[in-house]
């Protein structure tokens, strides 16, 4: 049984910063290409970051120089850093697979970013 927990979410004033974690049992993450995802109220999930099992790292434009995704193999962790946030960026984040979603999906992290 997989299961994937996000946390780390929080409030934040623009410009602030936070640090998300996702914890995985049942796989291993270094060897699974993930990702970070999010979904905004009335809006659809997309992905932010994205991190291959290889190491290399993908972002969207919109968070582009201010996300960094990185993993810890020891850990079993998968981290997004988030810098510069903006209110446009409140959202519930959520990680998982980029190809192949595992299920269930975690409960999200709620971040909201006050202006």
């Known amino acids: 049984q997989v299961q994937l927990v996000e946390s780390g979410g929080g409030l934040v004033q623009a410009g602030g910063s936070l640090r998300l974690s996702c914890t995985a049992s049942?796989?291993?993450?270094?060897?699974?290409?993930m990702g970070w995802y999010r979904q905004a109220p009335g809006k659809q999930r997309e992905l932010v970051a994205s991190?291959?099992?290889?190491?290399?790292?993908d972002y969207a434009d919109s968070v582009k120089g201010r996300f960094t995704i990185s993993r810890d193999s020891a850990k079993n962790k998968v981290y997004l850093y988030m810098n510069s946030l903006k209110p446009e960026d409140t959202a519930v984040y959520y990680c998982?697979?980029?190809?192949?979603?595992?299920?269930?999906w975690g409960q999200g992290t709620l971040v909201t970013v006050s202006s």
């Open positions: 049942g796989i291993i993450l270094s060897i699974n290409p």
């Open positions: 998982n697979r980029i190809v192949k979603y595992f299920e269930p």
């Open positions: 991190v291959t099992s290889g190491g290399d790292t």
